[in-house]
């Protein structure tokens, strides 16, 4: 029968998305791993993959169309031997904009459900009904061909689908669920509630602020996903994180010595080192000599990292990413500083993907570039805490009774003060000045 092709989940909290571009018509063929269209969400645009092989029967869904929902029908798939008129007429899936009481769509009419966490249903919506047995066209052919019964197989895709991957790794007269399908149990037993989105702040509603403005001239800007991610999230943390704020300064002139050095030394390359390439790099040993700090908010526990992974925000139009330099205490200065550039360039343009800019334990908000002596950042959940960098300022210091002038940088760390205690914080951050002050022992 034809198979829907749904609109996938590209992050756990993605509910809905704009479908940018098909790569694909009616009357294709496409097999597993083919990319068939593109997808915008808040953060990205990514590349989708057909999951089973077969035709593109129908287009449902036009490219350009915003707001289409996660689990909406978007195109629809023919196996061998089926022709376009074999498809329902679709239910005005052309607007998809469903009530907010409407039930999902059940995964076993398609593909493309979340990454890495359920979709959002009741107990009986996932459960398979009765005997039957959901599986793809291909997986459905494979099984047949190797003797194999689907019933005695787990699904590894949607909602426990059986896809091609669960038959070629399966055996004929193999009850035991296929390797890929093992981990199954373990993510529907995640709580649905985990991907939904933060709530909106409440405060005044949008006629009160109308009103009060009704008789001025203004220009309405309308939010995008991005924006409205941005507010939805930083308001979350400022309301539930219990922030605390621990300020340091730091004598630049030895690292811009060095830096300058370097950059001599490096040139040839066509390598360049920021400021903020030390910033990351100290930041990653930091976490190293304090263990304890390296860590995040799980809700009900905490977890601390073995690696330094290293979050750093990049300001685009329209709001900012967090790319992740992972393992960054364990890169070199110039290879930190080629990865973050790269990083910074995709972002600017939204080609990142989740895994890119999710995840790490720790974040830097560098506006010093900006001439901002210094500010206070917001901790972006999970994290434990984020350095705010302000600008390096000629400062009179005095050193040895004497007073000199010496470029001083201004830093402030927030901390989660359920991840981090004070004493603890100050540990980092006083190991972070020390490695910035002492430029040198970073190459070690």
Known sequence: MPTEILMPALSPTMEEGTLAKWLVKEGDEVKSGDVIAEIETDKATMEFEAVDEGRIG????????????????????????????????????????????????????????????????????????????????????????????LSQIQGSGPRGRIVKADVENAKAGDAKPSASAAAQPEAKAAPAAAAAPAQAPKGLSTDAVLKMYADRETEEVALDGMRRTIAARLSEAKQTIPHFYLRRSAKLDALMEFRATLNKQLESRGVKLS??????????????????????????????????????????????????????????????????????????????????????SFAISNLGMFGIENFDAVINPPHGAILAVGAGIPTPVVEKGEVVVRNVMSMTLSVDHRVIDGAMGAQLLEAIVAHLENPMGMLA
């Open 275 to 360: 400021v903020n390439d030390f910033i990351i790099k100290a930041s990653a040993l930091a976490l190293q000599q304090v263990p304890d700090a390296n860590a995040v908010w799980a809700g009900d526990r905490i977890l601390k990292l073995k690696p330094s992974d290293v979050a750093v925000a990049v300001a685009i139009e329209g709001g900012l990413f967090t790319p992740v330099l992972k393992d960054a205490h364990q890169k070199t200065l110039s290879a930190l500083s080629a990865q973050m550039k790269d990083l910074a360039a995709r972002a600017k343009s939204k080609k990142l993907a989740p895994h890119e800019y999710q995840g790490g």
């Open 58 to 149: 129908k287009i449902l869904i036009a490219e350009g169309t915003s707001a289409v929902k996660v689990n909406t029908a978007i195109a629809v798939l023919l196996e061998d031997g089926e022709e376009a008129g074999d498809i329902s007429a679709p239910k005005a899936k052309e607007e998809p904009k469903p009530k907010a009481d409407a039930e999902p769509e059940p995964a076993e009419k398609g593909y493309g459900g979340p990454i890495g966490a359920p979709v959002a249903g009741d107990a009986k919506a996932d459960a398979p009904k009765g005997n039957r047995v959901f599986a793809s066209p291909l997986a459905r052919r494979i099984a047949k061909d190797k003797g194999l019964d």
